[in-house]
């Protein structure tokens, strides 16, 4: 059963920096795009960045120029380095990876930053 942990999320001052980590267990096959999505509240999900496992990378409009998504294939984990975070960069970011053509997500992980 593939499962993803995510890590590195909490509470920074604006300006500020984090580090998220998803690392992906349990799948036998490769792993093609893997990516961030965001939910702040009383809105709906949405894209941060992905990375296809060719490592070409895509980002959202509202991050660019801040944040960095990287993966490690050899220890199955997608990375988002999140710098000069804004107060409304605060949401729940979810890992995202797709496997053999299915979604799988992560359970979320609360980033929270004070103005």
């Known amino acids: 059963q593939v499962q993803l942990v995510e890590s590195g999320g909490g509470l920074v001052q604006a300006g500020g920096s984090l580090r998220l980590s998803c690392a992906v267990s349990g799948s036998h096959f490769g792993i093609n795009a893997m990516g961030w999505y965001r939910q702040a509240p009383g809105k709906q999900r949405a894209l941060v960045a992905v990375?296809?496992?060719?490592?070409?990378?895509t980002n959202a409009d509202p991050v660019k120029g801040r944040f960095t998504i990287s993966r490690d294939n050899a220890k199955n984990t997608v990375y988002e380095q999140m710098n000069s975070l804004k107060p409304e960069d605060t949401a729940v970011y979810y890992c995202?990876?797709?496997?053999?053509?299915?979604?799988?997500w992560g359970r979320g992980t609360q980033v929270t930053v004070s103005s």
């Open positions: 990375i296809s496992s060719g490592g070409i990378t």
């Open positions: 995202n990876v797709n496997i053999l053509g299915h979604d799988y």
